[in-house]
């Protein structure tokens, strides 16, 4: 288990702190996310399903197996079952504190730190239901917080169906003349892997007015590389 970040020389650009500072603490928990809020990120990254009763929870595989031992599919049980399960800790030993987070948690967090929600939508989710997550995250008078990310451009669309100015990243491997013209005609940015990317391939979608950030970067000599190509975002599980 890692003691601490590694540092690197980012320049300009804004580090994400991938599922909170997953390097350090278990992934998508709360002590993840405090880390994050305690050091220099500008955002923290997550993943949201919905559970079967319709409420919103914080998990990356959509299985509680790898990080709990429990096969439990968070969408096939209720908000209360997956958040019973008790997580394991970095050392592979189950930690009595270590839930799945909600998305008031989360988000209450970043606000308290002042730290961007950076928000991935992993369900297929219906018009109604982002616009209760929405709502949920207005209640909490942070939706100005928060960038929303998605596999799923459809997700991204119904976002924007009901804001039309709220920051969105299609999140993809692909930086083809294709992908530019289509985020570029929905205004979006990129969130990409960053073996993809090209100094080239860079200079093509910031001269499209597109926003970059890539995932998962984990080397400092790639983090700085990156950074010296003018990537906006970088998101890491170590670096800061």
Known sequence: ???????????????????????????????????????TYWGVETDVYRTA?????????????????????????????????????????????????????????????????????KSNFTDEEIASLCALIKELDYLDGVTFIAFNIENLYKVRALYP????????????????????EHKLDLDVHYPALTKERVDAFHAAGIKINCWTVDNAADGERLAEWGVDYITTNILE
């Not at 100015?165 to 570029?184: I, R, Y």
Request: aromatic share 6%; with cysteine; charged share 25%.
């Open 53 to 121: 009763d319709g409420k919103f929870i914080l998990n990356h595989d959509g299985n509680l197996k790898r990080i709990a031992g429990e096969d439990l599919a968070v969408e096939q049980v209720s908000f209360d079952v997956a958040r019973a399960a008790t997580l394991y800790d970095k050392d592979g030993v189950k930690r009595g504190d270590l839930h799945l987070a909600s998305v008031d948690e989360y988000v209450r967090i970043c606000k308290k730190y002042g730290k961007i929600c950076v928000l991935e939508l």
């Open 1 to 39: 288990m890692a003691a601490n970040t590694i540092k690197f020389n980012k320049g300009n650009t804004l580090a994400v702190a991938h599922r909170g500072v997953s390097g350090l603490e278990t992934e998508n928990t709360c002590a993840a996310f405090i880390a994050a809020g305690n050091r």
């Open 165 to 184: 100015e709220q920051p969105c990243q299609f999140l993809t491997g692909d930086v083809s003349d294709a992908t530019l013209a289509c985020l570029a």
